[in-house]
Protein backbone atom coordinates (compact mmCIF):
# COMPACT_ATOMS: atom_id res chain seq x y z
CA UNK A 1 0.00 0.00 0.00
CA UNK A 2 1.43 3.50 -0.96
CA UNK A 3 -0.15 5.44 1.87
CA UNK A 4 2.81 6.93 4.07
CA UNK A 5 0.42 7.49 7.01
CA UNK A 6 -0.33 3.77 6.88
CA UNK A 7 3.25 2.83 6.46
CA UNK A 8 3.97 4.94 9.41
CA UNK A 9 1.54 2.93 11.49
CA UNK A 10 2.82 -0.43 10.45
CA UNK A 11 6.16 0.24 10.87
CA UNK A 12 5.30 1.87 14.70
CA UNK A 13 3.27 -1.50 15.49
CA UNK A 14 6.29 -3.63 14.16
CA UNK A 15 8.77 -1.15 16.58
CA UNK A 16 6.39 -2.01 19.14
CA UNK A 17 7.21 -5.98 19.27
CA UNK A 18 4.71 -8.60 19.76
CA UNK A 19 4.40 -7.77 23.57
CA UNK A 20 4.87 -9.94 26.31
CA UNK A 21 3.91 -13.73 25.62
CA UNK A 22 1.00 -15.30 27.27
CA UNK A 23 1.50 -17.87 29.92
CA UNK A 24 1.06 -21.68 29.26
CA UNK A 25 -2.77 -23.50 30.08
CA UNK A 26 -4.49 -20.28 29.16
CA UNK A 27 -7.47 -22.91 28.34
CA UNK A 28 -7.33 -24.10 31.63
CA UNK A 29 -7.21 -21.28 33.12
CA UNK A 30 -10.46 -19.93 31.55
CA UNK A 31 -12.31 -22.94 32.17
CA UNK A 32 -11.62 -23.03 35.97
CA UNK A 33 -11.93 -19.18 36.15
CA UNK A 34 -15.59 -20.05 34.11
CA UNK A 35 -16.27 -23.01 36.97
CA UNK A 36 -15.48 -20.90 39.75
CA UNK A 37 -18.10 -18.14 38.50
CA UNK A 38 -20.54 -20.82 38.09
CA UNK A 39 -19.83 -21.71 41.76
CA UNK A 40 -19.78 -18.33 43.29
CA UNK A 41 -23.31 -17.78 41.14
CA UNK A 42 -25.09 -21.08 42.33
CA UNK A 43 -23.64 -20.56 45.86
CA UNK A 44 -25.15 -16.67 45.90
CA UNK A 45 -28.47 -17.80 44.38
CA UNK A 46 -28.94 -20.51 46.67
CA UNK A 47 -27.87 -18.29 49.70
CA UNK A 48 -30.72 -15.76 48.62
CA UNK A 49 -33.18 -18.22 47.96
CA UNK A 50 -32.52 -19.49 51.55
CA UNK A 51 -32.41 -15.93 53.25
CA UNK A 52 -35.84 -15.00 51.40
CA UNK A 53 -37.33 -18.56 52.86
CA UNK A 54 -36.12 -17.70 55.75
CA UNK A 55 -37.61 -14.38 56.13
CA UNK A 56 -40.58 -14.91 54.31
CA UNK A 57 -41.09 -17.69 57.20
CA UNK A 58 -40.66 -15.34 60.07
CA UNK A 59 -42.89 -12.97 58.35
CA UNK A 60 -45.80 -15.40 57.65
CA UNK A 61 -45.22 -16.24 61.72
CA UNK A 62 -45.22 -13.00 62.61
CA UNK A 63 -42.29 -12.55 64.97
CA UNK A 64 -39.26 -10.97 64.71
CA UNK A 65 -36.19 -12.63 63.52
CA UNK A 66 -34.14 -13.15 66.34
CA UNK A 67 -36.94 -13.77 69.17
CA UNK A 68 -37.75 -17.33 67.26
CA UNK A 69 -36.13 -20.47 66.93
CA UNK A 70 -36.54 -22.51 64.56
CA UNK A 71 -37.22 -25.59 65.56
CA UNK A 72 -36.10 -28.41 63.40
CA UNK A 73 -33.60 -31.38 63.76
CA UNK A 74 -30.54 -31.96 62.51
CA UNK A 75 -30.63 -28.51 61.41
CA UNK A 76 -28.78 -27.84 58.46
CA UNK A 77 -25.89 -24.79 58.21
CA UNK A 78 -25.92 -21.68 55.84
CA UNK A 79 -23.42 -22.95 52.97
CA UNK A 80 -20.54 -21.72 53.37
CA UNK A 81 -18.60 -19.88 50.20
CA UNK A 82 -15.95 -21.90 48.87
CA UNK A 83 -15.27 -20.73 45.57
CA UNK A 84 -12.09 -22.56 44.79
CA UNK A 85 -13.13 -25.93 44.47
CA UNK A 86 -12.54 -26.95 41.04
CA UNK A 87 -13.63 -30.61 40.55
CA UNK A 88 -16.72 -30.84 38.71
CA UNK A 89 -18.20 -33.86 40.93
CA UNK A 90 -17.50 -31.98 44.23
CA UNK A 91 -19.31 -28.91 42.68
CA UNK A 92 -22.17 -31.56 41.92
CA UNK A 93 -22.15 -33.03 45.51
CA UNK A 94 -22.25 -29.31 46.59
CA UNK A 95 -25.12 -28.72 44.53
CA UNK A 96 -27.11 -32.12 45.85
CA UNK A 97 -26.18 -30.57 49.36
CA UNK A 98 -27.32 -27.58 49.29
CA UNK A 99 -30.21 -28.70 47.29
CA UNK A 100 -31.16 -30.97 50.44
CA UNK A 101 -30.82 -27.64 52.66
CA UNK A 102 -33.56 -25.86 50.83
CA UNK A 103 -35.84 -28.66 50.58
CA UNK A 104 -34.93 -29.36 55.37
CA UNK A 105 -35.52 -25.68 55.43
CA UNK A 106 -38.68 -25.67 53.38
CA UNK A 107 -39.93 -28.63 55.43
CA UNK A 108 -39.59 -26.87 58.50
CA UNK A 109 -41.05 -24.03 57.51
CA UNK A 110 -43.74 -25.91 56.03
CA UNK A 111 -44.31 -27.52 59.96
CA UNK A 112 -44.23 -24.67 61.51
CA UNK A 113 -47.17 -22.78 59.45
CA UNK A 114 -48.94 -25.68 60.03
CA UNK A 115 -48.38 -25.84 63.43
CA UNK A 116 -49.75 -21.76 63.16
CA UNK A 117 -52.97 -22.42 61.76
CA UNK A 118 -53.99 -25.31 64.29
CA UNK A 119 -52.91 -23.09 66.79
CA UNK A 120 -55.17 -20.51 65.50
CA UNK A 121 -58.25 -22.58 65.24
CA UNK A 122 -57.82 -23.79 68.86
CA UNK A 123 -57.80 -20.96 70.24
CA UNK A 124 -61.09 -19.88 67.52
CA UNK A 125 -62.05 -23.12 69.22
CA UNK A 126 -61.48 -21.61 72.68
CA UNK A 127 -63.04 -18.65 72.08
CA UNK A 128 -66.47 -20.56 70.79
CA UNK A 129 -66.52 -22.41 74.20
CA UNK A 130 -66.07 -19.19 76.29
CA UNK A 131 -69.07 -17.76 74.82
CA UNK A 132 -72.25 -17.39 76.76
CA UNK A 133 -75.03 -19.35 76.31
CA UNK A 134 -78.06 -17.95 74.48
CA UNK A 135 -80.78 -19.88 76.61
CA UNK A 136 -79.41 -18.77 79.72
CA UNK A 137 -78.88 -14.91 78.49
CA UNK A 138 -82.17 -14.91 77.65
CA UNK A 139 -83.27 -16.13 80.75
CA UNK A 140 -80.92 -13.30 82.75
CA UNK A 141 -82.73 -10.97 80.53
CA UNK A 142 -86.25 -12.22 81.91
CA UNK A 143 -85.78 -12.15 85.29
CA UNK A 144 -84.44 -8.30 85.05
CA UNK A 145 -87.90 -7.78 83.48
CA UNK A 146 -89.43 -9.74 85.69
CA UNK A 147 -87.46 -7.58 88.37
CA UNK A 148 -88.33 -4.57 87.46
CA UNK A 149 -92.35 -5.43 86.90
CA UNK A 150 -92.07 -6.78 90.70
CA UNK A 151 -90.37 -3.41 91.86
CA UNK A 152 -92.85 -1.31 90.30
CA UNK A 153 -95.73 -3.06 92.06
CA UNK A 154 -93.89 -3.05 94.93
CA UNK A 155 -94.04 0.51 94.63
CA UNK A 156 -97.34 0.81 94.29
CA UNK A 157 -98.61 -1.31 96.89
CA UNK A 158 -95.61 -1.33 99.34
CA UNK A 159 -96.99 1.12 101.71
CA UNK A 160 -99.82 -1.31 103.11
CA UNK A 161 -102.32 -0.84 100.24
CA UNK A 162 -103.82 -4.09 99.99
CA UNK A 163 -105.74 -4.31 97.16
CA UNK A 164 -107.45 -6.20 94.57
CA UNK A 165 -105.21 -4.55 91.82
CA UNK A 166 -102.03 -5.37 93.78
CA UNK A 167 -102.86 -9.33 93.95
CA UNK A 168 -103.73 -8.98 90.22
CA UNK A 169 -100.36 -7.51 89.60
CA UNK A 170 -98.62 -9.72 91.50
CA UNK A 171 -100.43 -12.68 89.95
CA UNK A 172 -99.35 -11.78 87.02
CA UNK A 173 -95.95 -11.63 87.77
CA UNK A 174 -96.11 -15.22 88.76
CA UNK A 175 -97.96 -16.14 85.52
CA UNK A 176 -95.68 -14.25 82.68
CA UNK A 177 -92.04 -15.02 84.83
CA UNK A 178 -93.01 -18.23 86.70
CA UNK A 179 -89.12 -19.69 87.23
CA UNK A 180 -87.74 -16.13 88.12
CA UNK A 181 -86.90 -15.02 91.88
CA UNK A 182 -89.26 -12.40 91.35
CA UNK A 183 -92.42 -14.73 90.58
CA UNK A 184 -91.11 -16.03 94.15
CA UNK A 185 -91.13 -13.30 95.78
CA UNK A 186 -94.64 -12.09 93.86
CA UNK A 187 -96.38 -15.46 95.60
CA UNK A 188 -95.01 -14.49 98.99
CA UNK A 189 -96.91 -11.60 98.42
CA UNK A 190 -99.84 -13.22 97.15
CA UNK A 191 -100.19 -15.35 100.44
CA UNK A 192 -99.86 -12.66 102.65
CA UNK A 193 -102.18 -10.54 100.65
CA UNK A 194 -104.54 -14.07 100.77
CA UNK A 195 -103.83 -14.25 104.67
CA UNK A 196 -104.47 -10.76 105.32
CA UNK A 197 -108.12 -10.72 103.87
CA UNK A 198 -108.53 -13.73 105.04
CA UNK A 199 -108.50 -15.47 101.82
CA UNK A 200 -110.63 -13.33 99.89
CA UNK A 201 -108.73 -11.68 97.18
CA UNK B 1 -8.48 -16.50 8.30
CA UNK B 2 -6.28 -19.81 9.47
CA UNK B 3 -5.35 -20.38 12.59
CA UNK B 4 -2.03 -21.49 13.79
CA UNK B 5 -2.09 -24.62 16.15
CA UNK B 6 1.31 -25.28 18.33
CA UNK B 7 1.05 -28.75 18.97
CA UNK B 8 3.35 -30.64 21.88
CA UNK B 9 7.05 -30.17 20.65
CA UNK B 10 6.74 -26.64 18.77
CA UNK B 11 5.61 -28.30 15.58
CA UNK B 12 2.95 -25.75 14.36
CA UNK B 13 -0.08 -26.72 11.97
CA UNK B 14 -2.38 -24.76 10.58
CA UNK B 15 -5.80 -25.18 11.36
CA UNK B 16 -7.91 -25.03 7.93
CA UNK B 17 -11.63 -24.20 8.08
CA UNK B 18 -12.91 -27.99 8.05
CA UNK B 19 -10.45 -28.78 11.13
CA UNK B 20 -11.85 -25.68 13.43
CA UNK B 21 -15.58 -26.40 12.29
CA UNK B 22 -14.68 -29.59 14.25
CA UNK B 23 -13.22 -28.47 16.83
CA UNK B 24 -16.30 -25.89 17.20
CA UNK B 25 -18.63 -28.69 17.06
CA UNK B 26 -16.95 -30.38 20.05
CA UNK B 27 -16.06 -27.63 22.12
CA UNK B 28 -19.91 -26.68 21.81
CA UNK B 29 -20.29 -30.25 23.38
CA UNK B 30 -18.33 -29.11 26.34
CA UNK B 31 -15.20 -30.75 25.01
CA UNK B 32 -12.22 -29.05 27.09
CA UNK B 33 -9.38 -30.84 24.74
CA UNK B 34 -10.83 -29.46 21.49
CA UNK B 35 -11.10 -25.86 23.60
CA UNK B 36 -7.98 -25.85 24.38
CA UNK B 37 -6.91 -26.49 20.89
CA UNK B 38 -8.96 -23.91 19.65
CA UNK B 39 -7.37 -21.23 22.68
CA UNK B 40 -3.87 -22.13 21.27
CA UNK B 41 -4.75 -21.48 17.73
CA UNK B 42 -6.72 -18.15 18.50
CA UNK B 43 -4.94 -16.79 21.28
CA UNK B 44 -1.87 -14.84 19.35
CA UNK B 45 -4.12 -13.48 17.20
CA UNK B 46 -6.61 -11.84 20.11
CA UNK B 47 -3.19 -11.52 22.26
CA UNK B 48 -1.69 -8.96 19.35
CA UNK B 49 -5.35 -7.76 18.78
CA UNK B 50 -5.59 -6.52 22.26
CA UNK B 51 -2.41 -5.19 22.67
CA UNK B 52 -2.62 -2.96 19.38
CA UNK B 53 -6.48 -1.66 20.91
CA UNK B 54 -4.92 -1.00 24.12
CA UNK B 55 -1.94 1.00 22.74
CA UNK B 56 0.67 -1.76 23.12
CA UNK B 57 0.44 -1.16 26.54
CA UNK B 58 -1.55 -2.47 29.68
CA UNK B 59 -2.56 -5.74 30.98
CA UNK B 60 -3.68 -7.80 27.77
CA UNK B 61 -3.12 -11.62 29.33
CA UNK B 62 -6.30 -10.25 31.20
CA UNK B 63 -8.18 -9.19 28.57
CA UNK B 64 -6.96 -12.45 26.36
CA UNK B 65 -8.21 -14.87 29.39
CA UNK B 66 -11.26 -12.67 29.49
CA UNK B 67 -12.08 -13.14 25.90
CA UNK B 68 -11.78 -17.25 25.90
CA UNK B 69 -14.02 -17.09 29.08
CA UNK B 70 -16.88 -15.21 26.62
CA UNK B 71 -16.42 -17.88 24.22
CA UNK B 72 -16.07 -20.80 27.31
CA UNK B 73 -18.89 -19.34 29.27
CA UNK B 74 -21.44 -18.99 25.14
CA UNK B 75 -20.05 -21.42 22.89
CA UNK B 76 -24.12 -22.96 22.90
CA UNK B 77 -24.87 -19.34 21.49
CA UNK B 78 -22.11 -19.04 18.54
CA UNK B 79 -24.10 -20.45 15.67
CA UNK B 80 -20.93 -20.54 12.95
CA UNK B 81 -22.88 -17.71 11.07
CA UNK B 82 -19.55 -16.18 10.33
CA UNK B 83 -15.46 -17.53 11.41
CA UNK B 84 -14.67 -17.83 15.06
CA UNK B 85 -12.03 -15.57 14.00
CA UNK B 86 -14.75 -12.55 13.67
CA UNK B 87 -16.46 -13.22 16.55
CA UNK B 88 -13.22 -13.43 18.42
CA UNK B 89 -12.39 -10.05 17.37
CA UNK B 90 -15.55 -8.68 17.67
CA UNK B 91 -15.26 -9.77 21.54
CA UNK B 92 -11.94 -8.56 21.78
CA UNK B 93 -12.91 -5.05 20.68
CA UNK B 94 -15.73 -5.36 23.09
CA UNK B 95 -13.85 -6.37 26.36
CA UNK B 96 -10.93 -3.44 25.50
CA UNK B 97 -14.14 -1.55 25.35
CA UNK B 98 -15.38 -2.40 28.80
CA UNK B 99 -11.22 -2.09 29.76
CA UNK B 100 -11.57 1.78 28.59
CA UNK B 101 -14.61 2.47 30.36
CA UNK B 102 -13.14 1.41 33.31
CA UNK B 103 -11.00 4.42 33.05
CA UNK B 104 -10.03 4.71 36.83
CA UNK B 105 -7.89 0.96 37.08
CA UNK B 106 -6.53 3.06 33.96
CA UNK B 107 -5.26 6.05 35.06
CA UNK B 108 -3.99 4.03 38.59
CA UNK B 109 -2.07 1.95 36.05
CA UNK B 110 -0.95 5.09 34.35
CA UNK B 111 0.27 6.73 37.74
CA UNK B 112 2.19 3.62 38.29
CA UNK B 113 5.79 3.99 36.46
CA UNK B 114 7.84 1.38 34.95
CA UNK B 115 4.50 -1.25 36.16
CA UNK B 116 3.53 -3.04 32.47
CA UNK B 117 5.84 -3.90 29.57
CA UNK B 118 4.87 -0.71 27.66
CA UNK B 119 6.51 1.59 30.28
CA UNK B 120 8.38 3.76 28.76
CA UNK B 121 6.77 4.85 25.70
CA UNK B 122 5.52 8.86 26.43
CA UNK B 123 9.04 9.27 26.85
CA UNK B 124 9.77 9.02 23.28
CA UNK B 125 13.50 10.67 22.61
CA UNK B 126 13.35 11.47 19.18
CA UNK B 127 12.25 7.81 18.24
CA UNK B 128 9.41 8.71 15.61
CA UNK B 129 7.34 5.62 16.19
CA UNK B 130 7.11 6.04 19.41
CA UNK B 131 5.60 9.30 18.45
CA UNK B 132 3.23 7.50 16.12
CA UNK B 133 2.13 4.92 18.63
CA UNK B 134 1.88 7.81 21.69
CA UNK B 135 -0.50 9.68 18.87
CA UNK B 136 -2.26 6.89 17.97
CA UNK B 137 -3.11 6.36 21.64
CA UNK B 138 -4.50 9.50 22.50
CA UNK B 139 -6.88 9.38 19.60
CA UNK B 140 -10.90 8.59 20.88
CA UNK B 141 -11.25 4.46 21.07
CA UNK B 142 -13.79 4.89 18.04
CA UNK B 143 -11.03 5.83 15.83
CA UNK B 144 -8.17 3.77 17.27
CA UNK B 145 -10.55 0.89 16.59
CA UNK B 146 -10.78 1.52 12.89
CA UNK B 147 -7.05 2.51 12.24
CA UNK B 148 -6.30 -0.64 14.49
CA UNK B 149 -8.64 -3.19 12.35
CA UNK B 150 -7.67 -1.28 9.19
CA UNK B 151 -4.09 -0.69 9.26
CA UNK B 152 -2.86 -3.10 11.07
CA UNK B 153 -5.34 -5.81 10.91
CA UNK B 154 -5.58 -5.27 7.15
CA UNK B 155 -9.11 -5.99 6.97
CA UNK B 156 -11.53 -4.54 4.66
CA UNK B 157 -13.57 -1.24 5.46
CA UNK B 158 -16.67 -3.78 5.62
CA UNK B 159 -15.40 -6.46 7.52
CA UNK B 160 -14.76 -3.43 10.02
CA UNK B 161 -18.06 -2.17 10.17
CA UNK B 162 -19.26 -5.64 10.56
CA UNK B 163 -17.18 -5.76 13.46
CA UNK B 164 -17.75 -2.81 14.82
CA UNK B 165 -21.43 -2.68 13.78
CA UNK B 166 -21.87 0.06 12.04
CA UNK B 167 -22.14 0.98 8.30
CA UNK B 168 -18.93 1.35 5.92
CA UNK B 169 -19.93 4.94 5.45
CA UNK B 170 -19.52 5.45 9.07
CA UNK B 171 -16.27 3.58 9.19
CA UNK B 172 -15.10 5.26 5.99
CA UNK B 173 -16.03 8.87 7.83
CA UNK B 174 -13.88 7.81 11.17
CA UNK B 175 -11.01 6.51 9.22
CA UNK B 176 -10.94 9.75 7.62
CA UNK B 177 -11.09 11.82 10.83
CA UNK B 178 -8.41 9.71 12.77
CA UNK B 179 -6.37 10.56 9.68
CA UNK B 180 -6.69 14.05 10.43
CA UNK B 181 -6.26 14.08 14.25
CA UNK B 182 -3.25 12.04 13.43
CA UNK B 183 -1.48 14.37 10.75
CA UNK B 184 -2.52 17.05 13.18
CA UNK B 185 -0.48 15.64 16.20
CA UNK B 186 1.78 14.35 14.43
CA UNK B 187 2.58 17.87 12.78
CA UNK B 188 2.86 19.18 15.61
CA UNK B 189 5.63 16.67 17.38
CA UNK B 190 7.68 17.64 14.47
CA UNK B 191 7.23 14.52 12.32
CA UNK B 192 8.46 14.57 9.03
CA UNK B 193 5.53 16.30 7.27
CA UNK B 194 6.61 14.36 3.57
CA UNK B 195 5.81 10.43 5.24
CA UNK B 196 2.68 11.65 6.50
Known sequence: MSDPLARLIRDADAAAGPGRPLAD???DRVRRKALRRTQTRTTGVTAS???LVGLGGWWLLGTAPGNTHVASPGEPKLPAVT???ADPAELRAEIDRLESDIRTREAAV???LAYERSRARLAELQKELDRPDPLEELRGQIAGVADVALESAERRCGSGV???????TYRRIVDLFPQTP???????????IETSTGGVS | MTGTLVITGGIRVDVTASEETRLWSACADGDATAFARLVTAHQGHV??????LVGWSGEVEDIVQDVFLAVWTHRARFRGDCRLSTWLTVLTVNQCRKRHRMRWLWLLRQATPDAEFGSGEHRHDGDATAVVRDAIRQLPVAYREVIVLRYLEDLPVERVGEILGVRPNTVNVRLMRARQRL???LGHVGVDEGAI
Do not use: F, I, M
Open chain 2, 183 to 185: KEK
Open chain 2, 47 to 52: ARLAYR
Open chain 1, 83 to 85: PTV
Open chain 1, 162 to 168: VSTACAA
Open chain 1, 110 to 112: DAL
Open chain 1, 25 to 27: GLA
Open chain 1, 182 to 192: AADTARQRLNE
Open chain 1, 49 to 51: VLL
